[in-house]
């Protein structure tokens, strides 16, 4: 038994249409999302393989492959569950205002994410993401699917800017997809993604301590020899 499954989505194929093509939803999570469940679960298999041989000589390789395929897979099943049909528009509440807070308004944390997309060299994401230690919201940009996230922070909502995303559709105006994307968001979704991050971080918060002054032992008062550096005290 796998550890790893392709989840359904939760609306047809072309649910998402005319925004995200049948087309391009059917081979994006049947063929893509699939592969790198594939890849995560031959990833384990092969690790559990070289610690039973004791042979770690590729083991970088391996962790990299889990790293990759296992991120693609969390993002992919993130991105279905950010996209709902007849959906967009804006969210309410205290994520609406956490947002203004931290990008100044709507349109803001919008021409940021559709910019962090457009400008990955190479494949990658934006993520909207929550980060405990500020406790603010952040937009990142992920390479590939695992680096340069900000390491505590948690994604809310994320933007797939590979090419398998859009190019049957879009081709070369993936500007025109990065806008066309924002018609589909499920607020509802990113809220409670939202209203989950915000209790954890607990972990990271460490009280700044004073020295208990009462307690703490006294100090010898000040003599002349210890000016002197060659003296041994
Ligand atoms: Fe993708």
């Keep these: 038994m796998p550890t790893y499954t392709l989840p359904g989505l939760l609306y047809d194929y072309g649910a998402l249409e005319p925004h995200i093509s049948g ?5 994006h999570h049947d063929k893509h999302h699939a592969s790198y469940v594939r890849g995560a679960n031959a990833a384990l298999d ?15 390789a391996l962790e990299k492959a889990l790293s990759f395929n296992l991120s693609g897979h969390v993002l992919h099943s993130m991105f279905w569950r950010n996209m709902a049909p007849k959906a967009g528009g804006q969210p309410h509440g205290e994520l609406a205002s956490a947002i203004d807070n931290d990008f100044g308004d709507f349109e803001s944390l919008k021409k940021q994410m559709n910019a962090v997309a457009a400008s990955i060299m190479g494949s990658g994401w ?19 699917h695992q680096s340069n996230l900000a390491q505590a922070g948690t994604p809310l909502l994320v933007l797939d800017a590979w090419e398998h995303a859009f190019y049957l559709q879009y081709q ?10 924002w018609n589909l968001w499920n607020w ?7 209203n ?3 209790g954890q971080g607990a972990e990271y918060e460490m009280p700044v301590q004073r020295a208990d002054r009462k307690n703490a032992p006294r100090r ?3 003599r002349k020899e210890d000016l002197d550096i060659t003296a041994v005290h």
């Design 23 to 27: 087309k391009v939803m059917e081979l």
């Design 46 to 60: 092969r690790l559990a393989e070289a610690r039973h041989e004791g042979q770690y000589d590729n083991i970088a």
């Design 126 to 144: 934006a993520a909207l993401i929550w980060e405990p230690l500020g406790k603010k919201l952040l937009v990142t940009q992920i390479y590939d």
């Design 172 to 181: 070369t105006r993936k500007a025109e997809y990065f806008d066309a994307v």
């Design 188 to 194: 509802e979704d990113v809220t409670a993604r939202f």
């Design 196 to 198: 989950r991050a915000r």
């Design 220 to 222: 010898r008062p000040f």
